[in-house]
């Protein structure tokens, strides 16, 4: 129990919890969308964002550079994600677009890196993620972006689910169908950014994503899936950090693993149960 007195423990759990609780929200609506690879797409968009904070915090003190990186990404990634809602709403190749942000994302997140001074572990620190070098700060930055999705993505979760399920139904009823769907989109360009220090660019459409898989197989329910998808959530990333402080592993990969574990015992699971009804 003194490992919880540690600062850095504090904060590694505290941000973990933030994270496993508020990316399940907004994976639940992109599930239900059919757009689960949203998030890697906006994802690659955040790094440039990262590197162009970098490079900004460079040009004004060497010493902030990390400061000017998460508003950065902030910044970059709500761009992005109204880029693709605007495509996907008006049917114009969202798919193309998305393509082409996911790769130009990423090698310009690379190139700015380099010039912005940045080493290859500030690269894969962003790539993988970097909870160990969490500071207070970017603790308080997560708790005000984390508060803001579990407010709107649960306070709006009707309005927004007669969207994401089906539209037409939603426009006739009298609902801002667009602004709506810009708001998920936009939320989920905050999710990625606050969940981006946990799991890293590459692996964070995963912690969005595969706590709603698993608790698609237990629950029919949207509002069960949600909330049973942040309970799995959360006790992923608490579990992956807990196992991290005693052994030399990289937390956010660990965490991903551990949610296709859990996702693949699930299945057998259920499968199991349903052949023994039958």
Do not use: C, K
């Not at 992109?30 to 994802?43: K, N, P, S």
């Amino acid at each position: 129990m003194t490992l919880l007195a540690e600062p850095l423990v504090q904060r590694m759990l505290l941000v973990g919890l933030l994270v496993g609780l508020a990316a399940p929200v907004m994976g639940t609506y992109l599930v239900q969308r059919r757009m689960a690879l949203l998030g890697d797409g906006i994802g690659h968009v955040a790094l440039a964002g990262v590197a162009a904070g970098w490079l900004a915090g460079s040009a004004a003190d060497l010493a902030q550079q990390d400061a000017w990186a998460i508003p950065g990404a902030v910044v970059f990634a709500i761009a992005g994600a109204v880029i693709i809602e605007r495509m996907r709403s008006r049917g114009t190749g969202a798919d193309v677009v998305m393509a082409i942000l996911f790769y130009g994302g990423i090698a310009s997140g690379v190139l700015l890196i380099g010039l912005a001074g940045g080493s290859n572990a500030n690269l894969m620190g962003y790539l993988f993620g970097s909870i160990s070098t969490v500071t207070w700060a970017d603790v308080w930055m997560s708790v005000g972006l984390a508060a803001l999705i579990l407010i709107v993505g649960i306070g709006l979760r009707t309005a927004l689910f007669s969207v994401t399920h089906d539209q037409e139904f939603a426009r006739s009823t009298g609902l801002p169908v667009e602004v709506l769907n810009m708001v998920i989109a936009v939320l989920a360009a905050v999710t990625i950014t606050v969940a981006m220090r946990v799991v890293g660019v590459l692996l964070v459409s995963a912690l969005m994503i595969v706590p709603v898989a698993i608790a698609q197989l237990l629950t029919r329910s949207f509002a069960r899936v949600m909330a049973l998808a942040m309970g799995i959530g959360a006790a992923l990333t608490i579990t992956g950090i807990w196992i991290t402080i005693f052994r030399d592993m990289q937390p956010g990969a660990l965490i991903v693993v551990l949610g296709v574990i859990a996702y693949s015992l699930v299945a057998i699971g259920a499968t199991l149960v349903e052949r023994m009804r039958r």
